[in-house]
């Protein structure tokens, strides 16, 4: 089984990102987006401002813990995306006035397309 295993994986490569890099910011969801828009999908980003911290028991495994931070400022370090959800049950800046909603939009109508992270 060991062998199927490494054969299935040959040539063996590296990821294109690093998860300890702190230098990678949004470029993995970017390329991500770029690849699905290319292909023909919608990419949505799906309650950036919610906080999840949950963990979970998998007996003599061990436990699991999920940590997810809010992360608002990503709807405007990444573009071409199809949209993003702003309504839930949690504390929500993104849609209050002034905020990252109204940016977004007044960008969209000033220009006629998003602005581009840097």
């Known amino acids: 089984m060991g062998l199927g295993l490494t054969v299935n994986a040959w040539p063996i490569k590296m990821p ?6 702190a230098n990678v910011g949004y470029r993995p969801y970017q390329d991500l987006i770029d690849k699905a828009v290319e292909r023909g999908a919608l990419v949505f980003w799906s309650m950036t401002e919610a ?7 998998f007996g003599p495994l061990g436990t699991v ?3 997810t931070e809010p992360h608002p400022e990503a709807l405007v ?5 199809t949209g993003f959800g702003g309504l839930y ?3 929500r800046r993104v849609v209050a006035p002034g905020s990252v909603w109204d940016q ?10 998003r602005h581009s992270p840097q």
Do not use: A
């Open 16 to 21: 294109m990102y690093d998860s300890y890099d």
């Open 51 to 57: 906080r999840d911290f949950s963990q979970h028991s």
């Open 65 to 67: 813990t999920i940590k």
């Open 77 to 81: 370090l990444t573009r071409d995306y």
């Open 89 to 91: 049950q949690d504390v």
């Open 104 to 113: 977004l939009l007044q960008s969209k109508m000033t220009t006629g397309k």
